[in-house]
């Protein structure tokens, strides 16, 4: 193994800036949703197991995406983008070492282990980096790895793991771990035999990625239950396909429409997977009515307070805690969020507070009181979800507020704000 630094011929990727948001505008009119970055990032990954062409489209063009695509560069594939294309030529692909200065940058990099496993038997690299947000060790990841005959040593803060041979085994997860499912998915797709994931997570990412792995010649059932069966196979072909719509994006923009007042067509969504979220969005008073790929809003004139737990799905995600707690703030009465799946992802209600924001935070419980109007402020962005947290805070203040940091926001929402100002936001971004 080469020195740890400057190894790689990689370009650094720092966005330094700010938005700008007039806070007062209702937010109404016609907007559709991105594709998916949770859904995109496994994809991208499992594109090196075919040895060929892929043509992706409807992939996000944020900063996680260009990071991933970074890696697959890096590793020896020709990726070439054309507006919502994405074409990727992995047949030269001879690396089997994750790049650590972007593997640092981003946690979803991890999934790129299960890619090079399945495909070379062979993959290197450190632990992943991404949002403070909680301890997410991975060790469900190396342990699915370990059930399917994968050899795995630590040395100086990396990572390897080995095999001769990948063999179909049983494995139980001992937590829904999206990452994990993925990544065991990833490995078990070339075995010899076949895997039976049990206790799998059942995000609709999983499904989006079994179903891309199914068009490129893998045999898979179960994704989107508690238990998904793979049948190996002795190769992959080339495939087109088209990425989900972006759940977690959809329901920013939603609760970005209900702060102000407004009212929102939003397209290019899938409603179903928004159950939890439309769900408590009524309970808030909010008018929805779904299509098949759309979802109608109309915002009360005042927000009532409701009680929130995040759980795995089907249960309410946890990354729309934030985007809701910012709603709350100014909902009639006394909202309780209990963060059930990560253990800080509480960072951002000091920023809050600074706008006038009425949060009490104990342990895993953030108890928030709803206050009338909340004040211009300038605040930082911590976190990804958190940065959208303020960015919704602002709209509903008075003034103007400065939000920081918004590389955490440029991570994983394409362009929010020009669809915010679509709908007649007035943010200006100031790059730096």
Request: glycine share 8%; with cysteine.
């Given at each position: 193994?080469?020195?740890?630094?400057?190894?790689?011929?990689?370009?650094?990727?720092?966005?330094?800036?700010?938005?700008?948001?007039?806070?007062?505008?209702?937010?109404?009119?016609?907007?559709?949703?991105?594709?998916?970055?949770?859904?995109?990032?496994?994809?991208?990954?499992?594109?090196?197991?075919?040895?060929?062409?892929?043509?992706?489209?409807?992939?996000?063009?944020?900063?996680?995406?260009?990071?991933?695509?970074?890696?697959?560069?890096?590793?020896?594939?020709?990726?070439?983008?054309?507006?919502?294309?994405?074409?990727?030529?992995?047949?030269?692909?001879?690396?089997?070492?994750?790049?650590?200065?972007?593997?640092?940058?981003?946690?979803?990099?991890?999934?790129?282990?299960?890619?090079?496993?399945?495909?070379?038997?062979?993959?290197?690299?450190?632990?992943?980096?991404?949002?403070?947000?909680?301890?997410?060790?991975?060790?469900?990841?190396?342990?699915?790895?370990?059930?399917?005959?994968?050899?795995?040593?630590?040395?100086?803060?990396?990572?390897?793991?080995?095999?001769?041979t990948i063999v179909g085994e049983k494995i139980h997860l001992d937590f829904?771990?999206?990452?994990?499912?993925?990544?065991?998915?990833?490995?078990?797709?070339?075995?010899?035999?076949?895997?039976?994931?049990?206790?799998?997570?059942?995000?609709?990412?999983?499904?989006?990625?079994?179903?891309?792995?199914?068009?490129?010649?893998?045999?898979?059932?179960?994704?989107?239950?508690?238990?998904?069966?793979?049948?190996?196979?002795?190769?992959?072909?080339?495939?087109?396909?088209?990425?989900?719509?972006?759940?977690?994006?959809?329901?920013?923009?939603?609760?970005?429409?209900?702060?102000?007042?407004?009212?929102?067509?939003?397209?290019?969504?899938?409603?179903?997977?928004?159950?939890?979220?439309?769900?408590?969005?009524?309970?808030?008073?909010?008018?929805?009515?779904?299509e098949k790929d759309a979802v109608i809003l109309q915002a009360p004139k005042k927000l009532?307070?409701?009680?929130?737990?995040?759980?795995?799905?089907?249960?309410?995600?946890?990354?729309?805690?934030?985007?809701?707690?910012?709603?709350?703030?100014?909902?009639?009465?006394?909202?309780?969020?209990?963060?059930?799946?990560?253990?800080?992802?509480?960072?951002?209600?000091?920023?809050?507070?600074?706008?006038?924001?009425?949060?009490?935070?104990?342990?895993?419980?953030?108890?928030?009181?709803?206050?009338?109007?909340?004040?211009?402020?300038?605040?930082?962005?911590?976190?990804?979800?958190?940065?959208?947290?303020?960015?919704?805070?602002?709209?509903?203040?008075?003034?103007?507020?400065?939000?920081?940091?918004?590389?955490?926001?440029?991570?994983?929402?394409?362009?929010?704000?020009?669809?915010?100002?679509?709908?007649?936001?007035?943010?200006?971004?100031?790059?730096?």
């Open positions: 193994m080469q020195g740890k630094h400057n190894i790689y011929n990689i370009r650094r990727v720092r966005i330094c800036g700010s938005y700008i948001i007039t806070g007062g505008k209702k937010l109404e009119g016609e907007i559709s949703a991105s594709g998916s970055k949770n859904a995109s990032l496994p994809i991208l990954a499992a594109s090196i197991l075919n040895n060929g062409i892929t043509k992706l489209y409807n992939v996000p063009n944020i900063h996680d995406t260009k990071v991933m695509i970074e890696i697959l560069r890096n590793l020896g594939c020709k990726v070439k983008r054309v507006r919502d294309k994405i074409v990727i030529d992995s047949r030269e692909v001879k690396k089997y070492e994750i790049p650590e200065e972007l593997m640092r940058k981003m946690r979803s990099s991890v999934i790129l282990a299960g890619a090079l496993i399945g495909r070379f038997k062979n993959a290197t690299f450190c632990c992943p980096g991404g949002c403070d947000i909680g301890a997410r060790p991975i060790d469900l990841h190396l342990k699915a790895f370990e059930n399917l005959g994968i050899n795995i040593t630590k040395n100086t803060g990396y990572i390897h793991c080995t095999c001769d829904p771990s999206v990452g994990a499912t993925q990544n065991a998915m990833l490995v078990a797709v070339l075995a010899k035999g076949t895997t039976i994931i049990s206790n799998a997570a059942m995000e609709p990412e999983i499904v989006d990625l079994q179903n891309f792995l199914n068009k490129m010649g893998a045999k898979i059932t179960g994704a989107g239950t508690k238990e998904i069966t793979i049948k190996g196979v002795e190769k992959l072909n080339n495939t087109g396909y088209k990425v989900m719509p972006d759940r977690i994006e959809a329901g920013t923009l939603l609760c970005a429409v209900a702060t102000t007042g407004g009212k929102v067509r939003l397209n290019k969504v899938v409603p179903e997977h928004l159950t939890p979220v439309l769900e408590k969005l009524k309970e808030c008073g909010c008018e929805i009515e779904e009532k307070a409701v009680d929130i737990k995040t759980m795995p799905y089907p249960g309410f995600p946890t990354d729309m805690q934030a985007i809701f707690v910012s709603l709350l703030c100014t909902a009639k009465g006394t909202s309780i969020i209990t963060e059930n799946i990560f253990e800080n992802r509480y960072k951002y209600t000091n920023e809050l507070k600074r706008m006038g924001a009425k949060i009490m935070v104990e342990g895993r419980t953030a108890i928030i009181k709803g206050t009338r109007k909340l004040n211009k402020a300038v605040v930082e962005a911590t976190d990804l979800r958190g940065g959208a947290a303020l960015i919704l805070a602002a709209l509903n203040a008075s003034g103007k507020t400065e939000v920081n940091n918004i590389e955490y926001i440029l991570r994983g929402y394409e362009n929010l704000d020009q669809k915010l100002n679509a709908l007649g936001a007035k943010i200006t971004k100031e790059v730096r």
